[in-house]
């Protein structure tokens, strides 16, 4: 650190001791709740799948991972449309997934599968479902920040109230283009939500190495953009965040920023759950932040609300498990693309 001035402005939000109570969602819809849930655990199976996959040396691309992040993801998609424009970054299985995508097309992506979401040719950090809204994911750090920026000039040009939606880390906001790009979105009002998963950690460097302050939403700020800093663990505080966000932004409002405050239960790439990320990352802050998993915390909250039982979440968990088991082995089962899609899908057939 020597000399340099260190500043934390998020509080409690960085202490794994605090927000671990279980969610309060007496007043909240119980069955989507259940829904969002299940969501969930879909994108914490088909990581832990696909991990596995890495392990067996069956997945030979590499593999980013989510897990403890799955609240942030879910929580923004329950307030978009198959018709916004929605960009992800090198840690995306948990937006495709939660915007629509299938863990099977997921899986058979990562294997290199010509049923996979981009046809076997992506790999885990280049996917795509245009149907439901992800229009891309790229392994560059902040490059589809810019990217949403111009999809959602389009969204203005084109009328109605569509919105450009921007996935990235913390470190992505050390990229000169996220300045410029939140810089020309609030100049021309653009309807972009920015997204920040703050999970503290740029690939293996803590945040508190690299930046004057924890709080990402200090940059908002300086450009004179709203923004909102939340519970990325919380799903409530996600969605709340997001439907005010996104609903400011589709009434002509401008672009936003949405900062989530998580954390990743395993390594910047590959499955292992090690101290490999940060210099200052042990295996006690990991078990601590545990205490704050997005999924533990929704479940005890259903449980104490009385819209669920012990039993009944057991029960889904196992269904969701299974489910995501099946489409590994059907992705397994899949065949790879032939020779000639190499030249097919770099190069465009004369009409």
Same mark, same amino acid.
């Given at each position: 650190?020597?000399?340099?001035?260190?500043?934390?402005?998020?509080?409690?939000?960085?202490?794994?001791?605090? %927000?671990?109570?279980?969610? /309060?969602? $007496?007043?909240?819809?119980?069955?989507? #709740?259940?829904?969002?849930?299940?969501?969930?655990?879909?994108?914490?199976?088909?990581?832990?799948?696909?991990?596995?996959?890495?392990?067996?040396?069956?997945?030979?691309?590499?593999?980013?991972?989510?897990?403890?992040?799955? /609240?942030?993801?879910?929580?923004?998609? *329950?307030? #978009?449309?198959?018709?916004?424009?929605?960009?992800? =970054?090198?840690?995306?299985?948990?937006?495709?997934?939660?915007?629509?995508?299938?863990?099977?097309?997921?899986?058979?992506?990562?294997?290199?599968?010509?049923?996979?979401?981009?046809?076997?040719?992506?790999?885990?950090?280049?996917?795509?479902?245009?149907?439901?809204?992800?229009?891309?994911?790229?392994?560059?750090?902040?490059?589809?920040?810019?990217?949403?920026?111009?999809?959602?000039?389009?969204?203005?040009?084109?009328?109605?109230?569509?919105?450009?939606?921007?996935?990235?880390?913390?470190? $992505?906001?050390?990229?000169?283009?996220?300045?410029?790009?939140? =810089?020309? *979105?609030?100049?021309?009002?653009?309807?972009?939500?920015?997204?920040?998963? =703050? =999970?503290?950690?740029?690939?293996?460097?803590?945040?508190? %190495?690299?930046?004057?302050?924890?709080?990402?939403?200090?940059?908002?700020?300086?450009?004179?953009?709203?923004? #909102?800093?939340?519970?990325?663990?919380?799903?409530?505080?996600?969605? /709340?965040?997001?439907?005010?966000?996104?609903?400011?932004?589709?009434?002509?409002?401008?672009?936003?920023?949405?900062?989530?405050?998580?954390?990743?239960?395993?390594?910047?790439?590959?499955?292992?759950?090690?101290?490999?990320?940060?210099?200052?990352?042990?295996?006690?802050?990991?078990?601590?932040?545990?205490?704050?998993?997005?999924?533990?915390? #929704?479940?005890?909250?259903?449980?104490? $609300?009385?819209?669920?039982?012990?039993?009944?979440?057991?029960?889904?968990?196992?269904?969701?498990?299974?489910?995501?088991?099946?489409?590994?082995?059907?992705?397994?089962?899949?065949? %790879?693309?032939?020779?000639?899609?190499?030249?097919?899908?770099? %190069?465009?057939?004369?009409?």
């Amino acid at each position: 650190m020597g000399d340099r001035a260190w500043q934390s402005e998020l509080g409690g939000l960085a202490d794994p001791t605090q %927000y671990t109570a279980p969610l /309060a969602v $007496a007043a909240s819809d119980g069955t989507r #709740l259940l829904g969002q849930l299940r969501s969930m655990l879909v994108i914490r199976h088909t990581e832990d799948q696909i991990g596995r996959l890495v392990v067996d040396g069956l997945a030979r691309t590499p593999c980013h991972l989510g897990i403890g992040q799955e /609240a942030v993801a879910v929580g923004v998609a *329950a307030r #978009l449309r198959p018709t916004d424009r929605v960009f992800g =970054n090198h840690r995306s299985h948990s937006h495709f997934l939660a915007l629509g995508g299938s863990p099977s097309s997921l899986i058979a992506e990562v294997l290199g599968k010509a049923v996979g979401t981009s046809r076997g040719m992506g790999g885990s950090m280049h996917l795509f479902g245009r149907d439901f809204g992800f229009h891309g994911s790229v392994p560059i750090v902040g490059a589809t920040i810019p990217i949403a920026v111009g999809a959602g000039l389009a969204a203005k040009l084109d009328g109605g109230d569509s919105i450009a939606v921007a996935f990235f880390g913390d470190g $992505a906001t050390e990229e000169g283009v996220f300045h410029e790009s939140m =810089n020309l *979105a609030v100049v021309y009002g653009l309807p972009v939500l920015f997204v920040c998963e =703050n =999970n503290l950690f740029s690939s293996h460097l803590d945040i508190e %190495y690299r930046q004057p302050s924890d709080r990402i939403g200090r940059y908002a700020e300086a450009h004179r953009v709203r923004s #909102l800093t939340v519970d990325g663990n919380d799903l409530l505080a996600v969605e /709340a965040a997001a439907e005010e966000l996104v609903g400011a932004a589709r009434s002509g409002a401008g672009p936003a920023l949405l900062e989530a405050v998580a954390y990743r239960f395993r390594g910047h790439v590959g499955p292992n759950e090690d101290i490999d990320v940060g210099v200052h990352r042990r295996m006690e802050d990991v078990q601590a932040w545990k205490r704050r998993c997005p999924i533990r915390r #929704l479940q005890d909250g259903l449980v104490a $609300a009385g819209i669920a039982t012990a039993t009944g979440l057991a029960a889904l968990d196992r269904e969701v498990a299974a489910e995501v088991a099946e489409a590994v082995v059907l992705a397994r089962r899949a065949g %790879y693309p032939e020779p000639s899609a190499l030249l097919d899908l770099v %190069y465009a057939r004369p009409r």
